[in-house]
């Protein structure tokens, strides 16, 4: 047997309150596709970030390529070869390309040197990228493709990626694998972290599943099923959304050439967009981030008032009104930012509750707020929910992301909207918490509701959609039956892969 | 009013020497704020220094150990400023107007035994040969080396975050410090050096006034110029060649109305005095102030 490339024997890292590693042992190989699983809060992160340097383990020791591996910070582990692409990513918005990878890099040459390695190295694992554009300007895709070229100049011997392929179209995804595929044969290995288990089950070679901070099972993701994995991960058995066949109700919402500007410099003007929704039915729309998504959402909250027609609820033009006319027709939103869009962060759940569901569940009277039964509103979304908090008295920003989402989703769910707008309703949540909060849109709908569901995700909204339809560049495609799509179509619907190739080097 | 008594020349060349204090001040703010700190306490940190470099000159006997002395309590002022903000989280706005406030006093106290005393003048440094040109000669290259020094000071603050790698390491954790604090950068590290160059800076331009411009020490003798050296670094979009033209503008309103009044224009002395003020306002208002870094005046913390 050959040493590994990476050895980790008795990791733990202990936080107040929590175990966030708890004897962590495994091996990665060179030239392996290494799967890390585990539900929010197993413990990923941690790991990575003590392999990262980031993050210093109570005890355990590390080991690359049979020697002791302590690196004290980035800069370190980054000197011994470990790379890493992260999740949020760690970009500078107002800097050039050539700067960023700049700043990732331990001993950078100059800036037109690195102008000329970017263009190579894109070449070489077709990630195409202009060194002299502003960052900020950049698609997720494209964003993505700067982390990665960062950490391929510096020829990583371990690659780390943690949750590289929500952001991407099936298309980026597919290039992504080539060029993961590519690095495998040059001998780099890889610590992949993903939710998604078929993705895993196409790429990766061995897969290690934390949970609660402890390595719970080890296993191969080619002779394993996504169902077996994720019951690995949850400890139980999983529960799958169960879809009721619903009847077609009258129609509640209809568009009738929605346009909107651009709301600020980055945003995306929404062009033309004509829908009709009807009660009872789920409608998915898919796109790659930065299509549309948030504008159509706020033009549909409120958010962005347009001409009174352009937007029609139950009959009546609705265009021009504020949230909280809307609201209290019955037609509610949760966006996509849960901290500081969908939740105030340091405001307590009980407030936050209070903020989108006073006019419907009346919790203030004459000016007054009635604390009590604001209380008892936030309790019943914390119940009904199984949102994991000490109270409603804690603040949002306390909850893990997964919690969070599920009482920002219940919170509107529990108003028993006419319509309601979610989008990315399950963005960075746990495969369990997952599922409840698409078993509770289905729900919604069964009960007669029209639930419009924006998401990146499209196995989720091939899950738990009626009819599915795309954003691209403001546009929105004419929805088609959900049942029967098949990814190709879908990515055409989606406008394809944004400007990206497939690798053609041969290595 | 007789206009002819002004003279052009002269004229522009006080400019420059208007300008200094607020240069100085302007260029350090900058600093601090492209490292993403927002520090309020520009006027409380000039103040120090005015008091701190006439000390230092008097007893010590030397302009150059003044300065360094200005430089030195500013620095210091600062660093308190940055411990407070920094390493014990506090608001950075308040704390900011605070350090003023407590600047203001600090000097009143320091400077108690050294009113009325004169400050020795500071020989001008006529560059050889440049400063013969006619015209240009005696407005641009016939100064006090402090002069050169704060032209000097913006050229390298220009170098330094545009080519250097420990420049674009500080825009860095101003654009983004939660990404920098992820590639291993010190953010906390960064700031406090940051924040004290801001300091050492607005003690200089605080010197220049006790030393240079009055040159003796009275109480609030800086009059709002820290204010006014913030609200260029806004006009200039956080970039230094435009900050010494924003700098310049102000010093030269101000060396204008001041010709004016001695002129005996017909307007009251109070609105000519508010000019320089009122034109900087202006400028603001009109210029489109461009982005500013990403996280200022935001907390940092490692755990978040």
């Known amino acids: ?507 | 009013m007789d206009l002819s008594a002004i003279n052009p020349i002269l004229l522009l060349a006080s400019l420059m020497v208007a300008a200094t204090p607020i240069l100085l001040a302007a260029i350090g703010e900058l600093v601090v704020e492209r490292a993403g700190v927002l520090n309020l306490g520009v006027e409380g940190m000039m103040i120090t220094g005015a008091v701190c470099g006439f000390i230092a000159t008097i007893t010590l006997g030397s302009s150059v150990l003044g300065f360094a002395g200005a430089a030195l309590g500013g620095a210091l002022l600062a660093l308190v400023f940055g411990i407070l903000t920094q390493v014990l989280l506090s608001n950075q706005v308040a704390t900011g107007l605070a350090l003023t406030l407590f600047g203001l006093g600090l000097a009143a106290l320091l400077g108690q035994g050294y009113i009325g005393i004169k400050a020795p003048v500071i020989p001008k440094w006529p560059v050889p040969v440049l400063s013969d040109i006619p015209v240009i000669g005696p407005i641009l290259f016939n100064h006090d080396p402090v002069v050169y020094l704060g032209i000097l000071i913006v050229a390298a603050v220009w170098f330094f975050l545009s080519f250097t790698r420990a420049g674009l390491i500080l825009r860095a954790v101003g654009e983004n410090h939660d990404a920098a604090h992820a590639l291993g950068y010190h953010v906390i590290r960064v700031r406090l050096l940051a924040i004290m160059f801001g300091g050492a800076c607005a003690g200089l331009g605080g010197a220049y006034l006790s030393l240079v411009r009055v040159p003796q020490w009275t109480e609030g003798l800086t009059a709002g110029a820290g204010w006014i050296a913030l609200a260029i670094v806004v006009f200039a979009s956080w970039r230094p060649w435009r900050l010494l033209l924003g700098a310049y503008l102000f010093g030269g309103v101000t060396v204008l109305q001041l010709n004016l009044q001695a002129a005996g224009l017909a307007v009251p002395v109070a609105y000519l005095s508010m000019a320089p003020y009122l034109a900087t306002i202006l400028v603001l208002v009109m210029m489109r102030a461009g982005r500013a870094p990403g996280s200022l005046a935001q907390p940092f913390h490692a755990s978040r």
């Not at chain 1, 011997?157 to 495998?184: C, G, H, N, W, Y």
């Not at chain 1, 929105?476 to 892969?497: C, T, W, Y």
């Open chain 1, 1 to 507: 047997m050959t040493t590994p490339l990476l050895r980790l024997s008795g990791l733990t890292k202990a936080y107040p309150g929590v175990v966030a590693n708890q004897d962590v042992s495994f091996d990665v190989q060179a030239g392996e596709i290494h799967a890390l699983l585990g539900e929010n809060g197993a413990g990923k992160s941690t790991l990575v970030k003590t392999i990262y340097g980031l993050v210093k383990p109570d005890a355990g020791q590390m080991a690359l390529q049979g020697a002791p591996f302590v690196p004290a910070e980035p800069r370190a582990a980054r000197a011994a070869g470990v790379a890493m692409v992260f999740q949020h990513f760690s970009l500078f918005d107002a800097m050039n390309v050539a700067e960023n990878i700049a700043l990732g890099m331990e001993n950078p040459p100059p800036q037109r040197e690195i102008a000329a390695r970017v263009r190579q190295v894109s070449d070489q694992y077709g990630l195409p990228l202009d060194p002299s554009r502003i960052v900020g300007e950049l698609s997720a895709g494209e964003r993505q493709r700067v982390e990665i070229v960062r950490c391929l100049l510096q020829d990583p011997k371990l690659l780390i990626m943690d949750e590289p392929t929500s952001v991407l179209t099936p298309q980026e995804v597919a290039i992504l694998f080539e060029t993961l595929r590519r690095l495998r044969a040059a001998g780099t290995a890889i610590l992949y972290i993903s939710h998604k288990l078929e993705e895993i089950r196409a790429l990766c070679d061995a897969a290690t599943v934390l949970r609660l901070g402890r390595v719970v099972g080890t296993c191969d993701p080619r002779a394993t099923s996504a169902r077996e994995m994720a019951e690995l991960m949850v400890g139980s058995s999983l529960h799958v959304p169960h879809k009721a066949a619903r009847p077609e109700g009258d129609v509640i919402l209809t568009l009738q050439g929605l346009s909107a500007k651009a709301p600020h410099r980055f945003g995306t003007a929404l062009r033309e967009i004509d829908l009709t929704v009807r009660r009872g039915e789920i409608l998915g729309i898919g796109g790659v981030a930065g299509n549309g998504q948030d504008e159509l959402v706020a033009a549909l909250s409120g958010e962005i008032r347009t001409a009174r027609d352009m937007v029609q609820f139950d009959g009546q033009g609705i265009g021009h009104l504020a949230p909280n006319a809307r609201r209290h027709l019955g037609l509610l939103a949760a966006p996509e930012e849960r901290m500081g869009h969908a939740a105030a962060p340091d405001m307590s759940l009980t407030e936050n509750a209070l903020l989108t569901a006073a006019v419907r569940q009346h919790l203030t009277a004459r000016g007054f707020v009635r604390w009590g039964k604001a209380r008892a509103f936030a309790g019943s979304v914390i119940a009904a929910f199984d949102v994991r908090t000490p109270g409603a008295g804690n603040t949002a920003r306390s909850l893990s992301g997964g919690n969070l989402q599920k009482f920002v989703i219940g919170r509107e769910i529990m108003q028993a909207p006419a319509l309601l707008v979610v989008n990315q309703p399950t963005w960075g949540v746990d495969a369990s918490a997952a599922a409840a909060i698409r078993q509770a849109l289905l729900d919604l709908a069964a009960k007669g509701a029209a639930v419009i569901c924006i998401s990146q995700d499209l196995d989720e909204l091939m899950e738990i959609s009626d009819r599915f339809a795309a954003l691209n560049g403001g546009r929105l495609s004419d929805p088609r039956p959900a049942q029967g799509l098949n990814v190709e179509q879908i990515g055409l619907m989606l406008g394809g892969a944004h400007d990206m190739e497939v690798a053609h080097v041969d290595a």
